[in-house]
């Protein structure tokens, strides 16, 4: 699909928006398109659509052609691509935490170089915003043939699917937005709201762990532990074997802060995995967390990543979330986030130096105020949100807040860990999405489930 580069200014050109439909055979009584986006911003929606019939229950898949698309700026479409791989792994194995005055400078100087970077090897870099992107995603829908869009996000697709909410409510079909972003907070509030609920997960997953009888914890630990085992990574990584290569790698405070994060996105499947992690990486060892890492950045075991979603991320995520203090503010509140969150938040707390770099890269003005505050009054039909009480990435309190902000939406409350609750185990869940899906009927008020 080609779609204008620039809404207001048709002579930039077009850019391409690759996307996928999976229709099954057994399809029945169609009802139309679904349009999934599985996060990010940088994950690819042509792979969710791929294995929609891993991901999605039988009775959607027989009613409706399952559509994927790349946002613009990720995977097949055109994309932001700033670094090669070796690039890719200096950046990810940085120091992501400055300690004193020589390390912020230096955080300052990698930073200016990445932004240089992805201004010279990416056109138009102003204009892949989640915005411009819920515009795609209306022609997207006009190309499919549909009266209304039909929607399922999860996560950063639940801000993607806002946006469309807010530009085109008339045309909002069936939507289910899980694992909600709430779209009204700054970017601090948003990073400091985050760093919260991993460090939450984190004394969770500690407190769990001691049930296992592979728990590698002191019987006295406590998430002191992981800021202890950070501090140590820091002065001595961790090292692992590239299978490759057959080349030792090191496995840097940065790997494991992320691979650390990464495993707490869902506690079947990720918390054995970090309980394995830390038993090795007690003796050195930094296989489990090099691998928690990297499938979380997409780094194949070759050393090349399977796509771009690591700068697509960062450049989407700084023209949708304008950052309005400098950097001076910004060190300045570090003290704050370590007070909040003290495992995750001094990592958390600088992330906005990129955005600020990035503002002055492309001469946008810095805004003093938070850009989504109008409530969404009168979508075409009401919108489904779905919030898990113990999740990290999109803390529960979004998606109260989301259902405020889209009056007339109704949502389900999940009680659990993890990421998002569709598909996670909860009946209660994914029959209440797969009858609104199906049937267009909203529960008749908010409802709670468990896992």
């Known amino acids: 699909m080609k779609v204008p580069i620039d809404y207001n200014d048709a002579s930039l050109g077009e850019f391409d928006i690759a996307v996928l439909r999976y229709r099954d055979p057994n399809q029945h009584d169609r009802i139309g398109s679904l349009v999934v986006n599985p996060g990010g911003p940088?994950?690819?929606?042509i792979e969710y659509a791929l294995d929609a019939e891993f991901l999605l229950n039988p009775e959607i898949l027989e009613r409706y052609d399952i559509v994927g698309f790349d946002p613009r700026g990720?995977?097949?479409?055109?994309?932001?691509q700033c670094l090669n791989a070796s690039e890719q792994d200096a950046l990810l194995s940085s120091d992501p935490k400055p300690d004193n005055d020589a390390e912020f400078a230096q955080s300052i100087t990698e930073t200016q170089s990445y932004i240089d970077e992805c201004v010279a090897k990416v056109p138009h870099l102003a204009h892949f915003s989640t915005r411009d992107a819920a515009h795609d995603m209306e022609l997207l829908r006009q190309s499919l043939g549909d009266?209304?869009?039909?929607?399922?996000?999860?996560?950063?697709?639940?801000?993607?699917g806002t946006l469309y909410a807010q530009e085109f409510p008339q045309k909002v079909g069936r939507f289910v937005l899980d694992g909600a972003i709430n779209p009204s907070i700054s970017m601090e509030q948003q990073s400091l709201v985050q760093a919260i609920g991993f460090d939450k997960a984190l004394s969770n997953f500690v407190d769990d762990c001691f049930q296992n009888k592979d728990c590698p914890l002191p019987s006295d630990a406590t998430p002191q532990f992981f800021i202890d085992l950070f501090s140590k990574v820091s002065d001595q990584p961790l090292t692992t074997t590239e299978k490759s290569s057959g080349q030792t790698r090191q496995v840097t405070e940065g790997l494991v802060v992320t691979g650390t994060a990464a495993a707490l996105y869902d506690d079947a499947s990720g918390w054995p995995l970090l309980r394995t992690a830390i038993t090795q990486a007690l003796l050195g060892d930094g296989t489990g967390f090099a691998r928690l890492a990297d499938g979380y950045s997409g780094r194949k075991n070759d050393g090349t990543y399977k796509d771009n979603q690591n700068d697509a991320n960062i450049i989407i995520n700084c023209l949708d979330w304008q950052e309005y203090r400098d950097n001076k503010g910004i060190r300045l509140a570090s003290a704050k986030f370590a007070k909040a969150a003290p495992v995750f938040g001094p990592y958390v707390a600088f992330t906005g130096i990129t955005c600020n770099i990035l503002n002055r890269a492309i001469n946008r003005t810095m805004i003093t105020s938070d850009q989504n505050t109008a409530q969404i009054r009168n979508t075409a039909t009401p919108v489904l949100i779905i919030g898990t009480t113990q999740d990290p990435a999109t803390p529960y309190a979004w998606a109260k807040a989301l259902a405020t902000y889209i009056k007339g939406s109704r949502l389900i409350t999940l009680r659990g860990e993890g990421h998002t609750g569709y598909g996670r185990g909860s009946a209660c869940t994914d029959n209440a999405v797969d009858t609104y899906l199906t049937t267009g009927v909203i529960p008749a008020q908010n409802m709670t489930c468990t896992q």
């Not at 940088?42 to 929606?45: I, P």
């Not at 990720?74 to 932001?80: E, P």
């Open 42 to 45: 940088g994950v690819s929606g």
């Open 74 to 80: 990720v995977g097949q479409s055109t994309a932001i």
């Open 147 to 160: 009266a209304k869009l039909n929607y399922i996000g999860f996560s950063y697709g639940t801000y993607l």
